[in-house]
């Protein structure tokens, strides 16, 4: 189940992440700096994964025993 809400906040801010870095550079009429959306957004996904940790984690397998 968390796998499956992992993916959807990741892919959220992915998509988000590309939205606002099209527009910024839209906006500013230069794509110069609007890379910076899409760096955050991959920060971002990366904090995501570290929180969200798969099945496979000590405290699953200290559950099962």
Do not use: P
Request: proline fraction near 0%.
């Amino acid at each position: 189940m968390k796998d499956k809400k992992k993916s959807k906040i990741i892919a959220a801010i992915a998509m988000i992440s590309v939205f606002v870095m099209i527009a910024w550079g839209t906006v500013a009429g230069s794509y110069q700096h609007a890379w910076l959306a899409v760096f955050a957004g991959g920060i971002a996904m990366t904090i995501v994964s570290m929180f969200y940790k798969d099945g496979s984690s000590n405290s699953d397998k200290n559950d099962t025993n």
